[in-house]
């Protein structure tokens, strides 16, 4: 999804709860089967799936909690190393640059209706076109501002490159793409993009800071508040202080009464911002979480959703567990570390996938030597496990990495 459809969405209908689906569930990566013979093979603690490319039985995941290697999306356990391989898992350099914004749509993709109205006869003057057409372009020249212009230009502090790519974005969201409409043309032949513009305009650049702070990742040239309380305790949205991102509570219970599986609900943020050539789900550290942990899922609607969670730095409070969910830099060039996030503590081994295991509360990945995507030179999970200051340990059969 562009920036701007994102945005315009945004401004025309209600936020739903769909973070909580987006944290525990990614429905277009995942996709149940309802074929009762073929999930009849699994066993009591798997489901029927499409997930990665395969179609079989996945063990289930409860509380959204999986052993490191593994991860929770739509209830089952998906493998890091293959979602992660597809994800160019070191390729999260230069995100909070302008360039990011580089990844955005120009305001054509906005409310694009696929022309519904090319029937309709014409009855306009030429004259009455010409005021239709320049009140268009004034419309989308307020736009672009809003999005490229001023509203960063006076509120944030870059350098003459920052500049120079900033301005390059803005004549682009004017002019469209090449051999494309300009945004003054759809505005002026496509009543829906025209509305959508009229509504969008009447932003100020105090509503657009989350675009900013938050999708365009300029914190520190514009000087963003972060969050402060990702994976406090909440009851509601207002509990949770996003900074200069919206902030949301994942609340313990959802509108039937039944258990989230976040003990006395869980404070998260959003957006933060998406980089470039990465596809979800996807997880990293963010500036724009405060140092939290972005997580980057699919949508639910063929784009992706990016929001800020608890890191484990300072540790995790009662019922949740710092657990692994990818892969970050390690100390030195070419090696990774575990990636954690404070989520709800596991149960039993059942709460860790298929490879790992549950130790007072905490999954423990397991261990491996087969490089990550099976790449040659690749780090494996034994050589993870190590550069993450834990130690591989064997129960007599299998191999588990317990982390500090």
Known sequence: MSLVGCWMTNVTSPRVLGLLCGLLAVTLLVVACGDSEKSSRCDANQ???????????????????????????EGICLNLEAM??????????NVNNVNNMNNVNN??????????????????????????????????EQACDLLYGSCITNNCTLDATDRTTLDSIRTQCLNGPAGGTTCAQDAASN??????????????????STLRCGEFGLTQECG???????????????DCNGGALDGFCI???????????????????????????????????SEACGGGVCTIVDDQQGGELAFCRASCDGGCRGGYACQPIGFKPGSTMGTLEFLGSCLPSCTSDNDCGA????????????????PLGGQVGAPTLTEICLESGGTCQTDGIDTFCVLP
């Open 251 to 285: 609340p313990d219970t959802d509108m039937d009464g039944n258990a989230t599986g976040f003990t006395n609900g869980y404070c998260i943020a959003e957006p933060c911002p998406i980089p470039q050539d990465i596809t979800a789900p996807f997880a990293y550290e």
């Open 224 to 238: 963003c508040a972060t969050p402060t309380n990702l994976g406090g305790a909440c009851a509601q949205d207002s």
């Open 47 to 73: 489901q029927y799936a499409t997930a990665l490319g395969e179609t079989k039985c996945f063990d289930q995941c409860q509380a959204g909690v999986c052993a490191v290697g593994f991860t929770c999306f």
């Open 84 to 93: 992660n391989n597809a994800n160019n898992v070191n390729n999260v350099n």
């Open 191 to 208: 009543p829906n993009f025209r509305a959508a513009l009229e509504q969008f305009v009447t932003q100020t650049c105090d509503d657009l």
């Open 355 to 370: 490879s790992g295991r549950c130790t007072a509360g905490r999954c423990d990945p397991a261990c491996g030597n087969t």
């Open 107 to 140: 305001l054509n993709n906005v409310n694009n209706t696929n022309n519904t109205n090319n029937n309709t006869t014409n009855n306009n003057t030429n004259s009455n076109n010409s005021t239709n057409n320049a009140t268009a372009t004034q419309l989308c």
